[in-house]
T-cell receptor, first 112, second 118 residues
Framework: QKEVEQNSGPLSVPEGAIASLNCTYS??????FFWYRQYSGKSPELIMF????GDKEDGRFTAQLNKASQYVSLLIRDSQPSDSATYLC????????????FGTGTRLQVFP | EAGVAQSPRYKIIEKRQSVAFWCNPI?????LYWYQQILGQGPKLLIQ????????DSQLPKDRFSAERLKGVDSTLKIQPAKLEDSAVYLC????????????????FGPGTRLTVL
């Protein structure tokens, strides 16, 4: 079983700050990388996905991928209390599968 | 557009009993996934169907878990007999198609069924 690792947190940041969430993965053949947000007691919802090295921005969210270092991160700018949730990193493995392998998630707390 | 439906939302059973979960995917979605999410962990894929065929069931404990997707629409996941370690949220997800190369067909998750085994 290939692994996806995240710090479980909690990561606490003040409102308006940048939250930085990190993820490493073990399978060098991994093709695509995903960030899901999961509020307590709710199901995961997709925030962003990235498959090229570099940055991908969507509103307040930026995903960063470094395949050489097997590292993917999510930056949340201008963090809001409503961003408080668990953020799950997921990795799609080989080219011919849509199977996702999830990390354990990082719990983010944004305080006013 | 209606989302993925699951029932029941909650279930409490004693160990060695059996239980079944039901999932109705988004209309038109060919691929259906069952995940197990234990408290404090990320979802783990149990089984993936494309239409009514199994694509991946490598992490399904086949001695006690079974799943079917008749007619390529609804699906049921069964546990028989249940163990204490089966306590988890069982998530069903669906997507338009299973494989899209580098592109991605988003998986939409249902609300989940929270199973407690006593």
């Amino acid at each position: 079983q290939k692994e996806v690792e995240q710090n479980s947190g909690p990561l606490s940041v003040p409102e308006g700050a940048i939250a930085s969430l990190n993820c490493t993965y073990s399978d060098r053949g991994s093709q695509s990388f995903f960030w899901y947000r999961q509020y307590s007691g709710k199901s995961p919802e997709l925030i962003m996905f990235i498959y090229s090295n570099g940055d991908k921005e969507d509103g307040r969210f930026t995903a960063q991928l470094n395949k050489a270092s097997q590292y993917v991160s999510l930056l949340i700018r201008d963090s809001q209390p409503s961003d408080s949730a668990t953020y799950l990193c997921a990795v799609k493995g080989s080219y011919n599968t849509d199977k996702l392998i999830f990390g354990t998630g990082t719990r983010l707390q944004v305080f006013p | 557009e209606a989302g993925v439906a699951q029932s029941p939302r909650y279930k409490i059973i004693e160990k060695r009993q059996s239980v079944a979960f039901w999932c109705n995917p988004i209309s038109g979605h060919a691929t259906l996934y069952w995940y197990q999410q234990i408290l404090g962990q990320g979802p783990k894929l149990l089984i993936q169907f494309q239409n009514n065929g199994v694509v991946d069931d490598s992490q399904l404990p086949k001695d006690r878990f079974s799943a079917e997707r008749l007619k390529g629409v609804d699906s049921t996941l069964k546990i028989q007999p249940a163990k204490l370690e089966d306590s988890a949220v069982y998530l069903c997800a669906s997507s338009l198609d299973g494989w899209a190369g580098l592109d991605y067909n988003e998986q939409f998750f249902g609300p989940g069924t929270r199973l407690t085994v006593l």
